[in-house]
């Protein structure tokens, strides 16, 4: 989660930038102003082995064991190689029951999102969330130097969905949904997704499905008939 831990530079319009070998550049570096800007996303990152580690949603049981004796299978040279992408793309698509080329591999679901940011967002377009829920949508977007648009669910953690449909005719560009959310636990039932994919016209759908293996609900078979629907899945967060 190298994004997550990294820390804002220094606020006050400009930074130093430093080599980290050699001597030191004096050159005040402009920074961006949408990195200047930014809330930074500062959860305690180090001294956590040995503990019981719920704030991430890691899982706490380790990785299951044909994972261990895969990585044993390793040889340097291969561990060495930059990875092929090509086999596993195809296995993966047919576990999913998707094309090879409607799926993307990155590394996790916060890259699948990052790289999302940079194909389809611009500067000042509008994004879409329900919040509380994952930080990273609103930290990319902020970045990215997009416009945050964020409804909030309800006191006893209801989706807003007709928040989001009214809101959904003023076009933004992307609308992120967490199903289930983090961190509610909460679930968007298949029906009112597709009310808010039908109501999306102008907009790109990302459902966020990190969690679709503890929910068993997912719309990765939708994504042939909508073709604004992107979901990201990941094995960080595996039974
Ligand atoms: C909703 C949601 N999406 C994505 C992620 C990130 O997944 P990864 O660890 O694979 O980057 C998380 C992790 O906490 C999450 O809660």
Redesign the pocket.
Known sequence: ?PERNRKTPARNGSATASAAVGAAMTAELPVRKAILERRTYEAPAEGREKKLRLD???NTAGCSRAVVRALAKLSPQQLAMYPEYQRPTRRLAQYFGVKPEELLLT???????RVFFDAFVDPGSAILLCEP??P?YRYYAEIAGARVEALRYGSGMEFPLESVLAALLTKPRVLFI?NP??PTGTLVQPEAIEKILNAATNTAVVI?E??AEFSEVSVVPWIGKHPHLFV?R????FR
Do not use: V, W
């Not at 590394?107 to 999102?113: F, I, Q, R, V, Y």
């Not at 990941?234 to 967060?237: E, H, M, R, V, Y």
């Open positions: 989660m991430f949603n890691e590394n996790g679901g916060d890259d699948a999102l829920t994952f990273m967490a959310n983090n966020d990190a969690y990201a990941t094995f960080c967060l």
